[in-house]
């Protein structure tokens, strides 16, 4: 009887709002009042639809871009407290909106499963983060010299360091020779002697080879550069300067439902394109409310889901959405109008004249608002005059 | 190990010393003893262990007293020694008394404020701490109770005050100047006003101010002013400005004549237009003339020489080149000069004189940056009165106030009216001003309110105000931004000729863009056929070869269209678009891209 009501709305009203009324609505309803409950639904929600020809996107712009104008060009710092340079602001907006794959500051915060989250055990804690920073060999190494005698590099190791780190000489030797195939090392207490497997090397190699080891990724996981536990709401969280979401969500300490990062661009590889609109939104509204500034997320949503149709994140810029438009007059009056003609003109490209720009550029009527509606007038049939 | 430090003479690397510190301190006793030249300061910078020696031209720099162990070399003697010009500037340079120093070397020395705060740490001693200013913001009074951002607006707007900036000004001929009637002293002055010769280009009037609000008329910054200080002659000046006409000589022996152009000749006016020339083609002092009007008339040869046949008619196609007066200009004729150039060419320079009174839109200033435009012109009967009877000039809003916190506008009023009151200038030099207290006492001697505030009546009905209004007398300048320069409006219009849009700029009588940005607005509003109708100032109508799309010919005079490419033989229909973009299709042909037009129905 119910669910009769229920896919009655279907067609007017989305999914998740039938799901919430199903939900919320007591169990004992009566199919009279249910009906009302949904009758007012739909009428609200008809009321709260756009009108047809509203022009959502400038509508967007302004009021993201008019606030914009009053926002801080630099980064805030808050003194005193614990955290790490994140660009804020404007940059950050600017850097978010054009689909940026390299961030100015990449930065996670890795949620971890309910034991450690507790923070019972500081010690763990602390260990745990720092076995997430990324570890080169250099960044425990006092001196890389070269014997010239018997071409081989001699790595002195800092033992405080690695005994800090957790690290033996044996799994450092290891985790070399994973990388590298062609090196005999051998472990020398406070040092380690590398030398080339190939028997005749000259002078160049070896310091080719020395310059190399330097950067071997030991330890960690790659591109976390600072690792820095925080307090946050009765639980402990680790906030990291540099960002890897797929190395990290493989580990069994972590939550992986909450843990996330800034970068969009690792989102939609790791968890999808829904989920990646989410993170702009998310990103966005973020700045805009440490500014103190008020948009409504629904505009934030809009160029989001701009940026996402496609299935995948695209910038707003001349490479990214501009470049989708159908319409080369369009293209030509956001960016490099030249380029945008040329190749119209080799491959004879039909511009339709269906949207805004267009048209204003013609002094046509724009299709937007007044301009949209058009006279259909259906003439009698059979008489001519 | 110390390193030996580096040595740059005008930033280039000269060689190294050993000792730095003794070093510069052995250069700068040669400096002054007088062995090398007082154009030259020296500095080590400890955290790179270099010292920069420079001695080349444009460096700002600022006079001190030398301290020697907590004393200063400046003595009793040298001040009586200067009192009886014995001495001069020059000579306590000489002595090694006073020295320069620019900004890099001031890095290096601790400056004492005042005489009694000298330490034996510190090098100089400041000769008065009003030096720390410059000339204009010197010439604020209590300039040490104000913000420093007024302070610098403060003395920006000194530069563009009206006032008596030359005593030779009716024989000169300067572009763009104003002189301000009846200039006068200020009465709350500083030193730098007597230093300066002030009284010899004063800049501004002294008016009586009452910051109150006066039915909303001096909202934002804006100003109201009595109708009767305007009559009397507040805030009255004349703007001058010339016009020049030269007698050039072109190629083949061809010139430029000053006349009354003949009827014959090309770009003729109107008779009326050359009306006010005397014979010898200059118009006659004391003429009144208005927009349009001609000041010199000129003809000049033609423009292109090509053929023979245009060489013998040259003289009947010489063109016209008359300076007349630009849009929105009018004055009286003021000053006519003939003379030569360096080229030896004719040089005809017309002055035109325009007395400005003060008129709604024009723009104001106290010393403290507290500028304004007027925003009412309130009869005299109308303002506001005291109990004395006495009216303000001008009445200041008290918004403007509290943000700014130009605390010295406030005390330059109580100074002014304690000044004026008593009739004697008051001493308001910066950081030794005359104390507000004293003032305050003279004030209430003088058997005024020591606050300032007076009891005040509403002039149109006669009401006592509530409130205690504060009320004194100030400086004001009036700045060179008049409504009359800048005033501009335009309905129709001349157009440009390359895109047929309207042309841009107040001199040119153009259009006020309505940009990118303004059409978003529109188009947000979804208001499609509002924005049709504000593009269409450039729409024309262009025939359209149906069958490829080009631009046809009209051919009225067969009343015929035909295309291009497809001849006769062709359907073609005219369409409605803007110029510019039918200006592109064509900038688009000259690159060898054809663009097409796929015409369908409209509806």
């Not at chain 1, 993170?279 to 889901?305: F, T």
């Not at chain 2, 006592?464 to 335009?490: D, W």
Request: a negative charge; hydrophobic letters at 35%.
């Amino acid at each position: 009887m119910e669910e009769e009501l229920f896919k009655e709305y279907q067609s007017r009203l989305p999914r998740k709002l039938i799901d919430d009324i199903r939900d919320n609505v007591p169990k004992s309803i009566s199919a009279a009042k249910l009906k009302k409950v949904l009758e007012a639904a739909s009428e609200e929600y008809a009321a709260a639809l756009v009108n047809p020809g509203e022009a959502v996107g400038v509508i967007s712009a302004e009021s993201i871009g008019e606030p914009g104008t009053q926002m801080t060009l630099n980064t805030f710092h808050f003194a005193g407290v614990a955290e790490m340079n994140v660009t804020m602001g404007l940059p950050r907006i600017i850097e978010i909106l054009d689909g940026r794959k390299e961030l100015d500051t990449p930065m996670m915060e890795i949620y971890l499963n309910k034991a450690m989250a507790k923070g019972k055990d500081i010690e763990e804690l602390r260990r745990f983060a720092l076995a997430l920073k990324e570890t080169r060999l250099q960044d425990f190494v006092t001196e890389f010299s070269i014997n010239i005698t018997d071409l081989t590099v001699i790595v002195k190791l800092d033992k405080g360091k690695m005994k800090d780190l957790g690290l033996t000489n044996s799994k450092i030797i290891e985790a070399i020779s994973k990388q590298t195939k062609m090196l005999n090392i051998k472990d020398d207490g406070d040092s380690l002697v590398v030398k080339s497997k190939s028997k005749d090397d000259t002078f160049n190699e070896v310091y080719k080879i020395k310059e190399k080891i330097r950067g071997l990724h030991i330890k960690g996981i790659k591109g976390i550069t600072q690792v820095l536990p925080v307090k946050r709401n009765d639980e402990f969280i680790i906030v990291t300067a540099g960002s890897n979401m797929a190395d990290v969500l493989k580990l069994e300490e972590v939550d992986s439902y909450r843990t996330t990062t800034n970068n969009i661009f690792e989102i939609e590889q790791v968890l999808g394109i829904e989920a990646a609109r989410e993170a702009i939104v998310r990103e966005v509204y973020k700045v805009i409310e440490s500014q103190g500034l008020n948009v409504d997320v629904r505009h934030i949503m809009l160029v989001a889901d701009t940026m996402c149709v496609s299935g995948t994140v695209k910038g707003i810029t001349r490479y990214g959405v501009v470049s989708e438009k159908s319409s080369v007059l369009a293209r030509a009056s956001f960016e490099t109008p030249i380029k945008n003609i040329i190749n119209a003109a080799l491959v004879g490209e039909v511009d339709e004249l269906n949207s805004v720009v267009e048209n204003a550029m013609l002094n046509q009527v724009i299709p937007i608002g007044t301009g949209l509606p058009r006279l259909v007038v259906r003439q009698p049939s059979g008489k001519k005059q | 190990m110390k390193m030996e430090a580096e040595v740059y003479l005008n930033n280039e690397y000269v060689g190294t010393v050993d000792e730095p510190l003794e070093f510069v301190s052995r250069i700068r006793e040669e400096r002054r003893l007088g062995s090398i030249t007082s154009n030259l300061n020296i500095h080590y910078i400890e955290k790179s262990n270099e010292v920069y020696i420079e001695c080349s031209k444009g460096r700002a720099r600022r006079p001190l007293i030398i301290v020697k162990d907590g004393i200063p070399l400046l003595t009793e003697k040298h001040i009586k020694q200067l009192e009886k010009n014995e001495i001069s500037w020059s000579d306590l340079v000489k002595q090694g008394v006073i020295e320069y120093l620019d900004a890099m070397e001031e890095e290096s020395a601790l400056v004492a404020f005042y005489e009694n705060e000298l330490t034996p740490k510190h090098t100089h001693l400041e000769i008065m701490p009003l030096a720390i200013l410059g000339y204009c913001t010197s010439l604020v009074p209590y300039g040490n109770f104000n913000q420093s951002t007024r302070l610098n607006a403060g003395s920006k707007n000194q530069k563009q005050a009206l006032g008596f900036y030359a005593s030779n000004f009716s024989v000169r001929m300067d572009m763009d100047v104003n002189i301000l009637h009846y200039p006068q002293m200020p009465v709350v002055q500083t030193i730098m006003h007597d230093i300066s010769g002030y009284s010899k280009h004063p800049a501004g009037q002294n008016i009586v101010v009452a910051i109150m609000s006066y039915k909303g008329y001096n909202m934002e910054d804006a100003i109201i002013l009595n109708r009767g200080s305007i009559e009397r002659g507040f805030g009255r000046s004349t703007y001058y400005r010339p016009s020049i006409a030269e007698e050039l000589r072109y190629a083949g022996g061809l010139m430029d004549e000053v006349c009354i152009p003949n009827k014959d000749i090309k770009g003729y006016k109107t008779e009326k237009d050359y009306r006010l020339l005397e014979d010898d083609g200059v118009i006659f002092v004391e003429a009144k003339v208005k927009e349009g009007d001609v000041v010199i008339g000129k003809t000049s040869p033609p423009r292109f020489l090509s053929s023979m046949e245009d060489y013998s008619l040259a003289s009947n196609i010489r063109r016209e080149s008359s300076i007349n007066l630009q849009h929105g200009e009018e004055g009286v004729i003021d000053f006519v000069l003939l003379t030569e150039n360096e080229e030896g060419n004719k040089l005809f320079e017309v002055r035109i004189r325009d007395q400005r009174i003060p008129e709604v839109g024009d723009k104001f200033t106290s010393r403290h940056g507290q500028k304004g435009v007027i925003g009412l012109i309130v009869p005299q009967n109308d303002m506001p009165f005291s109990a004395s009877g006495i009216v303000p000039d001008l009445i200041f809003s008290p918004h403007g106030i509290p943000s700014r916190m130009t605390i010295a506008h406030l005390i330059e009023m109580l100074a002014g009216k304690t000044g004026a009151l008593a009739g004697r200038y008051i001493n308001g030099t910066t950081f030794d001003a005359e104390p507000e207290e004293r003032l305050r006492k003279e004030l209430l001697s003088l058997g005024f309110n020591e606050s300032g505030v007076e009891t005040m009546y509403n002039g149109e009905t006669g009401e006592e105000y509530q409130a205690k209004i504060f009320i004194g007398n100030m400086y004001y300048l009036k700045l060179k931004h008049m409504v009359a320069n800048k005033i501009h409006s335009r309905a129709r219009g001349p157009i440009q000729l390359l895109t047929r849009q309207p042309t841009e700029g107040r001199a040119k009588e153009g259009g006020l863009r309505l940009g990118e940005m303004e059409k978003d607005t529109f188009v947000a509003h979804g208001a499609a056929l509002l924005l049709k109708e504000r593009f269409d100032s450039d729409r024309t109508i262009v025939p359209v070869c149906e069958a490829c799309g080009i631009i046809a010919i009209r051919d009225e005079y067969r009343n015929k269209s035909y295309c291009p490419i497809c001849g006769d033989n062709t359907t073609v229909s005219e369409i409605e678009l803007s110029y510019a973009f039918k200006l592109m299709l064509d900038e688009l042909k000259s690159l060898g891209i054809y663009p097409k037009l796929e015409l369908e129905g409209k509806y």
